[in-house]
């Protein structure tokens, strides 16, 4: 089974700071890794993927991703956040097998402040 | 891109009633779909899998005959809360691959359930 732990319940940055989100996984098979962002009340955005090939993966908004096989890690980073990337982000994973859901990490809540 | 929608988004009923919640694909066909429950600044829990023709895949946990899930064709499979209590008000959630993609699944907007 897979499993995922994002290792920072909640990260406050300042506006214009770099941030780094981590996320570790566990699995025995190779995965597929995602980032998602939620807004207040609202369904989940996908942000980047990491399907196979490049280990650094971009994404939409700025945000980009790095894939380490060897610490089992896909932490997203953004080098200059703004006010309004301020949301929760989930990390999840899943296998290369029809049929197969997701599986989320905890979540972390990113507060961007001025 | 793909669309994925629910319906209701958000519904409000009293104790003891049913509730329906849909999940449509609108552009692609899904064979499989999922349903996940998140409660307030909680992560995604998947409570089911839904199969097109077949009975769902329940997680451990989940009631099935409180949730019933019904995947009646490629595009649309419907959640149904049976005599709905306080503690079931949550935000769920469906998604979809479309059918043979492993690599993408999309996101209904989700309904936000609130029982009296």
Same mark, same amino acid.
């Given at each position: 089974a897979q499993s995922v732990t994002?290792?920072?319940?909640? &990260?406050? &940055?300042?506006?214009?700071?770099?941030?780094?989100?981590?996320?570790n996984y566990s699995s025995s098979v190779s995965v597929y890794l995602?980032?998602?962002?939620?807004?207040?009340?609202?369904?989940?955005? #996908?942000?980047?993927?990491? #399907?196979?090939?490049?280990? #650094? &993966?971009?994404?939409?908004?700025?945000?980009?991703?790095?894939?380490?096989k060897?610490?089992t890690?896909f $932490?997203?980073?953004?080098?200059?956040? $703004?006010?309004?990337?301020?949301?929760?982000?989930?990390?999840?994973v899943s296998v290369n097998q029809?049929?197969t859901? #997701?599986i989320?990490?905890?979540?972390?809540?990113?507060? &961007?402040?001025? | 891109?793909?669309?994925?929608?629910?319906?209701?988004?958000?519904?409000?009923?009293?104790?003891?009633?049913?509730?329906?919640?849909?999940?449509?694909? @609108?552009?692609?066909?899904?064979?499989? !779909?999922?349903? %996940? *429950?998140?409660?307030?600044?909680?992560?995604? !829990?998947? !409570?089911?899998?839904? +199969?097109?023709?077949?009975?769902?895949? %329940?997680?451990?946990?989940?009631?099935?005959?409180?949730? @019933?899930? +019904?995947?009646?064709?490629?595009?649309?499979?419907? @959640?149904?809360?049976?005599?709905?209590?306080?503690?079931?008000?949550?935000? %769920?959630?469906?998604?979809?691959?479309?059918?043979? *993609?492993?690599?993408?699944? %999309?996101?209904?907007?989700?309904? *936000?359930?609130?029982? @009296?």
């Amino acid at each position: 089974a897979q499993s995922v732990t994002q290792l920072d319940s909640q &990260v406050p &940055v300042f506006e214009e700071a770099p941030v780094e989100l981590r996320c570790n996984y566990s699995s025995s098979v190779s995965v597929y890794l995602f980032w998602y962002v939620q807004y207040p009340n609202q369904g989940l955005q #996908l942000l980047l993927k990491y #399907l196979s090939g490049s280990t #650094l &993966v971009k994404g939409i908004n700025g945000f980009e991703a790095e894939f380490n096989k060897s610490q089992t890690s896909f $932490h997203l980073r953004k080098p200059s956040v $703004h006010i309004s990337d301020t949301a929760e982000y989930f990390c999840a994973v899943s296998v290369n097998q029809a049929g197969t859901a #997701l599986i989320f990490g905890k979540g972390t809540t990113l507060s &961007v402040s001025s | 891109g793909a669309v994925v929608s629910q319906h209701p988004s958000r519904v409000i009923c009293k104790s003891g009633t049913s509730v329906k919640i849909e999940c449509r694909s @609108l552009d692609f066909q899904a064979t499989t !779909m999922f349903w %996940y *429950r998140q409660f307030p600044k909680q992560s995604l !829990m998947l !409570m089911a899998t839904s +199969n097109e023709g077949s009975k769902a895949t %329940y997680e451990q946990g989940v009631e099935k005959d409180k949730f @019933l899930i +019904n995947h009646a064709s490629l595009t649309l499979s419907t @959640l149904t809360v049976t005599s709905a209590h306080p503690e079931d008000s949550s935000f %769920y959630i469906c998604s979809a691959p479309p059918t043979g *993609r492993v690599d993408t699944q %999309y996101f209904g907007p989700g309904t *936000r359930l609130t029982v @009296l």
